[in-house]
């Protein structure tokens, strides 16, 4: 009877054994609350992956309007596939010369339901990733070039051009085509400029890149001064302001289709080339030695971080933070190397601008702009990690 | 011959010559100790050789390519360098640190493969540092991470071998256990090259010293017939007493009555 018993009580301990360090839907059968079984089956590193995943869903339900999210869901895949077989049945008209219905589901929720949905979420939420990931992806990449944990994205110019560029389209025009594409030329032209003062010197050593980044930053900063000086108080003025607090508010379809290509190809160009990063951050000379053609590895990071930057902040307006704290946090989750923190930034990036912007768009009965809320929870946010010791950088 | 400096003149701003008509080579497995006062242009030379610099007028040449028309991952592939001290800004592991040294074999859109990693932990073994794989460099006491630094050189399966005053920041323990790793290499095949500021290491390792000083190189050959007392007050304008030490069984340089000081035995 003992002797029966023995193994049935093993066989009994084992799976449990496995339970703990075993598949969470395992450990859940065994009265681990799911979350705890989930946390402990993904590590950090793992994790910041399904973070904007989920973040995005809950992003589009979530707002002033709550959406059920089964029903968000299903409009999201439904309403996606009708889109598709409409505009395959369109083309394939044109193509053939005459009409072709291809059958498409029955639409089952409410015309605002879908507004809500496609016209003013969806676009929203995707600029927040955009945004929040191409700011930080460059920051990290500047970090790494300018071999300082205190670089941002802006630090060559970039939103100083952009919000006068900004300025000078509202001033001039107030069209948000015209505001967009200013931002977007004037930011590069003051990359350009900065690039081309530290040529002068016949020297791309950083320490004058960011000199001459100082010197085009003011530059731009007066000018943007002058524009504001000589708007209208009641008019064009606000409106400069309100740009270059950032916000997401005004984001469409059609932005989207514009920016994404930009910053989606910049920010391949930094992926690539990420672990060459690491050799530059450990020092020009030594990159060199190692058969860098730093020259040549410089100009690829400045040109893919700006045109990333600025396709960004030509439809955010200026959101400061984000490039400069998201590495930083990227580089406590995954440690310094760029193979995992060039991504990890662009994800914990994404991450961190929507729920900015979650919270920009329901805390108050008015948007509170972007701006205002990186700093505010992004500075207190900062300041608590950097008491964790574990800060990444010495 | 792996390295071969012929005639080489630089100069930064086209007037002054930090260095005029410098020549000598390098032999498999040969060791060239370079010494000099404090901008004589050592590093100058060496960053020439690495064609980071380029000369105005000769050539470098290595394993029979002139560096000039070397790309610059072809370079690396031959020249392995240890800068003299590693400013780490990010706390990268060393492993992370020593597969730098992979770049001239690996591709620019790639990353380092299994196989990098296993020459990254083959240069680890070869020096008898793997159990600092895992240290933060940033945590790193400077014979470590020179140490490790001499793994990320190794990576790149050079050479020629240049190391920049490699044992100027260490202490007397660590100094000699550097100076013993470049025997063991040297011995193994790689031709060296190192700057260094003790003439005493000539002796300890190098078969061949060079001085430079006021641009040209004022004697090159054995170390016995370099390190004299003549070339190296002209060199550094200190007498210095040279002389074979039984109980090292080689001969020893030291500075003698240096710059007036009192000795112990007078106080």
């Known amino acids: 009877m003992t002797c029966g018993k023995e193994p049935t009580v093993e066989a009994g301990q084992k799976p449990e054994k496995n339970a703990m360090i075993g598949l969470p839907w395992v450990a859940s059968r065994r009265g681990m609350p799911i979350h705890e079984a989930v946390l402990r089956f993904i590590p950090a590193g793992k994790a910041i992956y399904l973070l904007p995943i989920a973040l995005f869903f809950f992003s589009l339900f979530f707002g002033r309007y709550i959406m059920d999210p089964v029903e968000t869901f299903r409009i999201l895949v439904i309403g996606s596939a009708n889109a598709l077989l409409d505009g395959t049945s369109s083309l394939l008209s044109t193509l053939s010369g005459h009409q072709v219905f291809l059958p498409s589901f029955e639409q089952t929720w409410s015309a605002s339901e879908e507004t809500v949905l496609f016209r003013i979420r969806l676009p929203r939420v995707i600029a927040a990733m955009l945004v929040g990931g191409g700011l930080a992806l460059a920051g990290a990449s500047f970090q790494g070039l300018f071999r300082n944990p205190l670089v941002s994205p802006d630090i060559l110019g970039v939103a100083a051009g952009a919000g006068f560029g900004a300025a000078l389209g509202i001033l001039l025009s107030g069209n948000p085509w015209v505001i967009q594409v200013s931002a977007f030329v004037f930011g590069i032209v003051a990359v350009a400029v900065t690039y081309g003062i530290s040529r002068i010197y016949k020297n791309t050593s950083t320490l004058v890149l960011a000199l001459a980044g100082i010197i085009v930053g003011s530059l731009f900063s007066a000018l943007l001064s002058l524009a504001k000086y000589v708007a209208d108080p009641y008019d064009t003025l606000p409106a400069i302001v309100f740009w270059l607090m950032g916000s997401l508010s005004a984001v469409t379809n059609a932005d989207i289709i514009a920016v994404a290509p930009p910053i989606l190809l910049g920010s391949l160009c930094l992926f690539l080339i990420r672990w060459r990063i690491n050799l530059l951050s450990v020092g020009e000379e030594e990159a060199q030695a190692l058969g860098l053609d730093t020259k040549r590895m410089t100009v690829v990071i400045i040109v893919a971080s700006t045109v990333v930057t600025a396709s960004a902040v030509c439809i955010s307006g200026i959101v400061g933070w984000v490039g400069l704290v998201v590495p930083h946090i990227g580089r406590m989750l995954v440690g310094p190397d760029f193979r995992r923190l060039i991504p990890a930034s662009a994800l914990l990036g994404a991450s961190f601008l929507l729920v900015v912007d979650d919270i920009a768009r329901t805390l108050t009965a008015t948007e509170i702009p972007l701006g205002i809320l990186t700093a505010l929870i992004g500075a207190p946010f900062f300041a608590y990690l950097l008491t964790q010791k574990k800060v990444g950088w010495t | ?267």
């Open chain 2, 1 to 267: 011959m792996i390295l071969n400096v012929n005639n080489a003149s630089f100069s930064y701003d086209g007037i002054t010559k930090q260095f005029e008509d410098v020549s000598f080579s390098l032999r498999r497995g040969e060791v060239l100790s370079l010494l000099g006062r404090n901008g004589t242009g050592k590093s100058t030379l060496i960053k020439c050789i690495l064609n980071i610099l380029t000369p105005q007028s000769g050539m470098v040449e290595i394993n029979g390519h002139r560096v000039t028309d070397m790309r610059p991952e072809e370079v690396a592939r031959e020249v392995g360098y240890v800068p003299q001290v590693h400013h780490a800004v990010f706390p990268f592991t060393a492993l992370d640190f020593v597969l730098m040294g992979r770049a001239p074999h690996i591709s620019t859109f790639s990353v380092p493969k299994e196989e990098d990693y296993e020459k990254a932990e083959e240069a680890f073994a070869r020096i008898g540092i793997t159990h600092l794989r895992e240290k933060c460099i940033s945590e790193m006491s400077g014979g470590e991470s020179q140490m490790v630094m001499i793994a990320r050189a190794l990576a790149q399966e050079p050479s020629l071998l240049i190391l920049d005053e490699p044992t100027s920041h260490l202490d007397i323990g660590n100094q000699m256990k550097v100076i013993a790793t470049i025997d063991r290499l040297a011995a193994d095949g790689i031709a060296i090259l190192m700057s260094t500021h003790f003439p005493d290491h000539g002796f300890l390792v190098s078969h061949t010293v060079a001085i430079l000083q006021g641009g040209r190189l004022i004697a090159q050959g054995p170390a016995e017939d370099v390190i004299t007392k003549e070339n190296l007050h002209e060199a550094y304008g200190v007498d210095v007493c040279v002389r074979y030490v039984e109980e090292a069984e080689r001969m020893v340089c030291i500075p003698i009555n240096p710059c007036g000081c009192r000795g112990r035995g007078e106080a």
